[in-house]
């Protein structure tokens, strides 16, 4: 055993994709930890990071606070259970946090493999194989829960979700129920069991939610249906006061008409349930309201948006764009009423009930029109500059030359895709196994998904570029 002075100071990372695996963290640590007391480690300090997934590491707060770290010369190596616990990103992403801890001077050491070794070729290309493998395995577990997810939609199974007004009847394999969940309760069902909606016996509530549909069409604002929610001290399913777009989202919800749909929006990074388009259950379970009343009042409330954008199209430009100087919240387009007008504002959100919101914040207004007027005038200065004109020019040319450039690289990816998904599929058809048959089918899957994104990719781009030419004309 290594004497405890000659020891490499080392730290251990750990993480966890979902908060299902509740024993991979305490696997994972005696992994390290023997891995450690066999290549002479001391560990100085842990880093984990649980219920994250491997392929967004920006959003893994202690991956980033280590990654920070390896610079201060405090721990000489990273250790690890196995390569896809520090990440499961593609191989380009990954390549940038082994630059990292190279530069750093830190080595990166699996309990799998040992040390990804840099300095030579054969260790670089296992490095990279075995990064490649564990990004592959993220988007087929995205496909297959997608795909089973699209299967349980078209059997009018319920996905996810929390509607108030709506309990869950919880059923085992068989079919038999087995309890029945309010719909504040917290229950997570075992994966093999199924879930059905059910309106709440709470009378009161079903009243509520019926009253908040017929007050739309008498009339009354969304505000009005938050105040009245808030004053009878009736709470969200997370126990918070009703706002203006949680009452909107909730009159929106296609639940309760009794429609199931699935799809809206995406569920994972590499797919979607709605990968073959939106999936509606009409009739999936009892409605609530009227289909003929939910209809007209997602009429009205389009109708109400689309004025609203209409009114006043240039009141508050800047929206979004500014952030407080106190607490860091976004500041938005407000209106301050006084007793001879009306002030429009910018300030951040004064509501202690609407989140995000900062207690200690005095949330200062700031003039709209003095504000947009003031930008506006920069904006001005900066266009007369002849230098900053032809700057101008440039770059404009230069977002129209780069996207072209995307486009022609985009039609060969598009291309090369369509021939591996016409030999994919004539392989599909001719494919003795059924082993075979979902080789083929998961290959094709992922191939369609990345021809998909790249379409709608170069759709949206095509529509931010639209403007181009007015600019250069405007100039």
């Known amino acids: 055993m290594p004497d405890h002075n000659t020891l490499i100071p080392a730290v251990g990372y ?23 007391q066999r290549q002479g480690y001391q560990i100085t300090d842990w880093f984990e990071d649980h219920g994250m997934t491997g392929t967004e590491s920006a959003k893994r707060e202690d991956f980033q606070r280590l990654m920070k770290l390896a610079k201060s010369g405090k721990f000489k190596a990273v250790l690890l259970s196995e390569q896809s616990r520090m990440s499961r990103e593609d191989v380009f992403d990954a390549i940038e946090h082994w630059r990292v801890f190279r530069d750093a001077g830190v080595s990166i050491v699996t309990a799998q493999r040992g040390s990804l070794d840099f300095n030579n070729l054969g260790g670089v290309i296992t490095a990279i194989v075995d990064q490649h493998g564990a990004h592959e395995e993220s988007v087929k577990i995205a496909h297959r829960v997608a795909s089973g997810q699209r299967m349980k939609a078209k059997a009018g199974q319920r996905i996810g979700g929390i509607a108030i007004g709506y309990d869950r009847e919880i059923y ?34 079903i009243k509520l939610i019926q009253w908040a549909y017929d007050a739309i069409l008498n009339g009354l604002s969304l505000s009005a249906i938050a105040a009245e929610f808030n004053r009878r001290k009736i709470a969200t399913t997370y126990g918070n006061n009703f706002s203006v777009s949680v009452v909107g989202d909730m009159l929106r919800n296609p639940v309760y008409a009794g429609i199931l749909c699935v799809g809206r929006w995406p569920r994972g990074k590499f797919s979607t349930v709605a990968t073959e388009g939106l999936i509606v259950v009409e009739d999936a379970h009892e409605a609530i309201v009227p289909r003929s009343t939910f209809e007209q009042v997602q009429e009205i409330i389009n109708q109400r948006k689309s004025l609203i954008t209409m009114r006043h199209p240039q009141s508050y430009l800047l929206s979004g764009f500014l952030f407080c100087a106190n607490c860091g919240i976004k500041m938005y387009g407000a209106k301050l009423d006084s007793n001879e007008e009306s002030q429009r504002v910018y300030r951040c959100n004064p509501n202690k009930h609407v989140r995000p919101y900062s207690p200690n914040c005095p949330h200062p207004s700031v003039d709209s029109d003095k504000l947009n007027n003031f930008v506006l005038s920069l904006i001005r200065k900066i266009l007369i500059e002849p230098d900053h004109e032809a700057l101008i020019r440039k770059a404009i ?68 570029l639209k403007p181009l030419p007015q600019a250069l004309s405007a100039l």
């Open 172 to 205: 085992d394999e068989q079919g038999k129920m087995i309890r029945k969940v309010g719909y504040r309760e917290r229950f997570r069902k075992p994966i093999s069991w199924q879930s059905k909606l059910v309106p709440t016996d709470n009378k009161e509530i």
């Open 397 to 464: 040319i230069r977002l129209k030359h780069k996207h072209v450039t995307k486009v022609n690289q985009d039609e060969i990816r598009l291309a090369e895709l369509n021939r591996k998904i016409k030999v994919a599929t004539e392989n599909m058809v001719l494919a003795e196994t059924k082993e075979d048959m979902k080789v083929y089918k998961e290959m094709l899957d992922q191939w369609k998904f990345e021809v998909q994104q790249i379409n709608d990719t170069n759709a949206r781009q095509a529509d931010e």
């Open 14 to 36: 750990i993480r966890m994709s979902t908060d299902k695996q509740e024993d991979s963290p305490a696997r994972q640590r005696k992994d390290i930890e023997t891995l450690a």
